[in-house]
């Protein structure tokens, strides 16, 4: 009778510690997600580091930025035909150039069901909140459809009912993988719509609501294409500092740091900036923001010519010359927002600032100076080109964020991702680790790791069993057996994973024809397979080889009516973001 309770007790324990393992072994296992980078640069304002993903079923692969900000980011943008048709007719390469257009008609997986606000489907102005201010909006035709973080093959994670908003104007040229944890509200629909990192978190694959991003330098030599991590970071693309920064009090202004001064290295010059302003991060942005007075300082110093036109600095060739030979660097001391408090220099070489307007905004190449006079403290503004010496950590668990001074390790140093976990948790990757990792693929290790770690902890829990049932057999004192016998749960929890998940250099090879890929990584400046896409041997997995588009018959409503007028017409605003208000 009493040896009968014991087996039954011991057989719960067992089954107990079986299944604590099976769910120690999932968290253990939940490891940051880095994606990796195309491998292109795009834009028409400079060099962007692009990422892949697929949208739709069967997957179109496009290549977007990534979004940081809070609320234009809570969706993922894609560019549609009309983006080449209507707006750029005459831009040659235009869907390329444009990191490619989704066709929503092309994907079985496609549906506006419930967000439909007349015929042309479901049109609403993008939720630019912050970009608004500093007259960036849009508008976009919203559905719902699948995605694949990465390329086919890669093995990242594929997330159904996702929000796509696909644009077309030319004021965000390329789409955007929007990073935000908040969710997007339809007028017409009661319920938030989950952005892809709550998603990611929510579905247990990745460990925490937060994000690493560094937009990557294509001047460095060799250039260094940009990084993204979900879940954590890459303790190799910054040099850690132990500044972390509260998220600004409004949530659309999250990454909000006070910038207390602005100088460069000349002997016995004086500041650009000398009274702290508190300042916007945000990669949908490419420029950096800053008062008149500054620009002005800016331009006096380095002879920047002010296009009262484009509203922007260009760079004379002489003074290009003059610039790269002087090679000034530019610091920019961030702190707190509020002021106070200590300080993290992030320097940017004059080549940070060497960008060059390009087809469709200009007809020839030019040389501009990325800094934009703003009018008023909304408007203050660290765009892409800060972020491309910049790399920040935002933890949406904890509220907080770091900006760290950007590092471009070799390729042949493989990343070393670090977790960050949701507080209370025992893993909570306050720690870093300074593990110099090799191009051995760790995937398989970790996986046997793991399941070392659940045999050998399966196998302790036995023999404690097993020892504690002789010593209960001896003692008859079952409810201490409790107390002394079976170790807790938390004791056999890792403390710390860190998982290296850096995709074999090789990888975002295997989607395409290998020959052009490997043209693309040797002359990194200019993509020479452009020709390519057009012929028979470009990557298909796009679009089929008919490359002619005309005007999505289907939908139109007056066939003489033209696609902006037709699309303007029902253009309506998303909740609680009223763009046109904000002008
Ligand atoms: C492991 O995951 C489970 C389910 O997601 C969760 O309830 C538990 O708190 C996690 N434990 C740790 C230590 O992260
Ligand atoms: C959507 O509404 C929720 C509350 O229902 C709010 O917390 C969230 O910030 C809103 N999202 C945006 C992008 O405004
Ligand atoms: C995931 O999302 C579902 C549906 O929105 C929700 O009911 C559930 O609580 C979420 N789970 C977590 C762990 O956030
Ligand atoms: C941060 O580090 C700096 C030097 O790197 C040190 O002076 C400062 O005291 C540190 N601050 C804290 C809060 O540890
Ligand atoms: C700017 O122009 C002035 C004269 O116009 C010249 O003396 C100076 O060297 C120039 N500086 C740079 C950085 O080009
Ligand atoms: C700017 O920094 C680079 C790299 O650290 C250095 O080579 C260069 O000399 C610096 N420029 C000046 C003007 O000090
Ligand atoms: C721009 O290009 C056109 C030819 O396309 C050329 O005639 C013109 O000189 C160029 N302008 C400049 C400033 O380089
Ligand atoms: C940028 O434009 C200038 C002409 O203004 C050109 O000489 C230069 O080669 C361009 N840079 C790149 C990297 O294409
Ligand atoms: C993270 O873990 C460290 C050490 O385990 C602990 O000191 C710290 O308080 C934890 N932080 C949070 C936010 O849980
Ligand atoms: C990492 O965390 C563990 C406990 O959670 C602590 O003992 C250890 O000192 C930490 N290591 C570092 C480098 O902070
Ligand atoms: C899909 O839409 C594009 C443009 O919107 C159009 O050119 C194409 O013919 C359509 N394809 C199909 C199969 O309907
Ligand atoms: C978006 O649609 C509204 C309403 O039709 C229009 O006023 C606005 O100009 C459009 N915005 C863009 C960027 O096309």
């Given at each position: 009778?009493?040896?009968?309770?014991?087996?039954?007790?011991?057989?719960?324990?067992?089954l107990?510690?079986?299944?604590?393992?099976?769910?120690?072994?999932?968290?253990?296992?939940?490891?940051?997600?880095?994606?990796?980078?195309?491998?292109?640069?795009?834009?028409?304002?400079?060099?962007?580091?692009?990422?892949?993903?697929?949208?739709?079923?069967?997957?179109?692969?496009?290549?977007?930025?990534?979004?940081?900000?809070?609320?234009?980011?809570?969706?993922?943008?894609?560019?549609?035909?009309?983006?080449?048709?209507?707006?750029?007719?005459?831009?040659?390469?235009?869907?390329?150039?444009?990191?490619y257009?989704?066709?929503?008609?092309?994907?079985?997986?496609?549906?506006?069901?419930?967000?439909?606000?007349?015929?042309?489907?479901?049109?609403?102005?993008?939720?630019?909140?912050?970009?608004?201010?500093?007259?960036?909006?849009?508008?976009?035709?919203?559905?719902?459809?699948t995605?694949?973080?990465?390329?086919?093959?890669?093995?990242?994670?594929?997330?159904?009912?996702?929000?796509?908003?696909?644009?077309?104007?030319?004021?965000?040229?390329?789409g955007?993988?929007?990073?935000?944890?908040?969710?997007?509200?339809?007028?017409?629909?009661?319920?938030?719509?989950?952005?892809?990192?709550?998603?990611?978190?929510?579905?247990?694959?990745?460990?925490?609501?937060?994000?690493?991003?560094?937009?990557?330098?294509?001047?460095?030599?060799?250039?260094?294409?940009?990084?993204?991590?979900?879940?954590?970071?890459?303790?190799?693309?910054?040099?850690?500092?132990?500044?972390?920064f509260?998220?600004?009090?409004?949530?659309?202004?999250?990454?909000?740091?006070?910038?207390?001064?602005?100088?460069?290295?000349?002997?016995?010059?004086?500041?650009?900036?000398?009274?702290?302003?508190?300042?916007?991060?945000?990669?949908?942005?490419?420029?950096?923001?800053?008062?008149?007075?500054?620009?002005?300082?800016?331009?006096?110093?380095?002879?920047?010519?002010?296009?009262?036109?484009?509203?922007?600095?260009?760079?004379?060739?002489?003074?290009?010359?003059?610039?790269?030979?002087?090679?000034?660097?530019?610091?920019?001391?961030?702190?707190?927002a509020?002021?106070?408090?200590?300080?993290?220099?992030?320097?940017?070489?004059?080549?940070?600032?060497?960008?060059?307007?390009?087809a469709?905004?200009?007809g020839?190449?030019?040389?501009?100076?990325?800094?934009?006079?703003?009018?008023s403290?909304?408007?203050?503004?660290?765009?892409?080109?800060?972020?491309?010496?910049?790399?920040?950590?935002?933890?949406?668990?904890?509220?907080?964020?770091?900006?760290?001074q950007?590092?471009?390790?070799?390729?042949?140093?493989?990343?070393?991702?670090?977790?960050?976990?949701?507080?209370?948790?025992?893993?909570n990757?306050?720690?870093t680790?300074?593990?110099t990792?090799?191009?051995?693929?760790?995937?398989?290790?970790?996986?046997?790791?793991?399941?070392?770690?659940?045999?050998?902890?399966?196998?302790?829990?036995?023999?404690?069993?097993?020892?504690?049932?002789?010593?209960?057999?001896?003692?008859?004192?079952?409810?201490?057996?409790?107390?002394t016998?079976?170790p807790?749960?938390?004791?056999?929890?890792?403390?710390?994973?860190?998982?290296?998940l850096t995709?074999?250099?090789?990888?975002?090879?295997?989607?395409?024809?290998?020959?052009?890929?490997?043209?693309?990584?040797?002359?990194?400046?200019?993509?020479?397979?452009?020709?390519?896409?057009?012929?028979?041997?470009?990557?298909?997995?796009?679009?089929?080889?008919?490359?002619?588009?005309?005007?999505?018959?289907?939908?139109?409503?007056?066939?003489?009516?033209?696609?902006?007028?037709?699309?303007?017409?029902?253009?309506?605003?998303?909740?609680?973001?009223?763009?046109?208000?904000?002008?």
């Open positions: 009778m009493g040896d009968f309770l014991l087996w039954r007790w011991l057989f719960l324990v067992t107990c510690g079986v299944v604590h393992l099976a769910y120690a072994a999932v968290n253990a296992s939940l490891a940051p997600l880095s994606i990796p980078p195309s491998l292109y640069w795009d834009g028409d304002d400079g060099w962007w580091s692009t990422f892949q993903i697929q949208v739709g079923t069967p997957g179109q692969t496009v290549r977007l930025l990534p979004g940081t900000s809070a609320s234009a980011g809570s969706t993922i943008w894609v560019v549609i035909s009309e983006g080449c048709v209507d707006v750029n007719p005459t831009l040659a390469n235009c869907a390329n150039e444009r990191g257009l989704f066709q929503s008609n092309l994907s079985t997986t496609w549906s506006t069901q419930g967000i439909q606000n007349g015929i042309d489907g479901a049109i609403f102005s993008l939720n630019t909140y912050e970009e608004s201010f500093l007259g960036l909006s849009g508008n976009a035709s919203y559905g719902y459809d995605i694949n973080l990465g390329v086919p093959g890669a093995g990242l994670p594929s997330l159904q009912k996702q929000v796509i908003a696909g644009l077309w104007t030319d004021g965000f040229f390329l955007s993988l929007g990073l935000s944890p908040v969710p997007l509200n339809f007028t017409n629909l009661n319920e938030p719509q989950p952005s892809m990192l709550s998603t990611l978190y929510n579905q247990s694959l990745i460990p925490s609501r937060s994000w690493a991003y560094s937009a990557g330098a294509h001047y460095n030599d060799p250039p260094v294409f940009g990084s993204l991590t979900l879940g954590g970071y890459d303790a190799t693309r910054f040099k850690s500092n132990n500044l972390s509260a998220f600004g009090a409004d949530f659309s202004r999250d990454l909000l740091v006070s910038l207390q001064s602005v100088t460069y290295d000349t002997a016995g010059s004086s500041p650009l900036l000398a009274s702290s302003i508190d300042v916007f991060i945000d990669s949908l942005v490419t420029e950096i923001w800053l008062p008149d007075s500054v620009c002005e300082a800016f331009a006096q110093q380095f002879n920047l010519t002010w296009n009262e036109q484009g509203q922007l600095y260009l760079v004379a060739e002489e003074v290009h010359t003059v610039l790269v030979k002087q090679n000034p660097n530019f610091t920019f001391n961030i702190g707190q509020g002021g106070g408090g200590e300080t993290v220099g992030i320097v940017l070489p004059y080549a940070a600032f060497d960008l060059n307007l390009t469709p905004i200009v020839n190449d030019t040389r501009y100076f990325p800094l934009k006079q703003a009018q403290s909304t408007q203050y503004t660290l765009g892409r080109a800060f972020l491309q010496e910049a790399y920040v950590i935002a933890d949406y668990e904890r509220h907080n964020f770091s900006v760290s950007a590092l471009f390790p070799s390729t042949s140093v493989s990343a070393n991702l670090v977790a960050i976990y949701p507080p209370g948790n025992d893993n990757g306050t720690n680790t300074t593990t990792t090799t191009t051995t693929k760790k995937g398989g290790l970790e996986a046997g790791a793991i399941a070392g770690i659940a045999i050998a902890s399966v196998a302790t829990l036995a023999l404690v069993a097993i020892a504690a049932l002789l010593w209960s057999k001896r003692t008859k004192k079952h409810h201490d057996l409790a107390d016998g079976v807790r749960p938390e004791g056999q929890e890792p403390t710390h994973t860190v998982v290296d995709p074999d250099p090789a990888r975002p090879e295997l989607d395409g024809n290998k020959t052009n890929v490997h043209e693309m990584t040797e002359q990194h400046l200019v993509p020479p397979e452009l020709p390519a896409y057009e012929g028979p041997w470009g990557r298909h997995e796009l679009v089929q080889e008919n490359s002619v588009h005309e005007m999505d018959g289907g939908e139109v409503t007056p066939a003489t009516a033209g696609p902006e007028e037709r699309r303007d017409k029902r253009v309506v605003q998303l909740g609680g973001l009223m763009i046109q208000n904000n002008k």
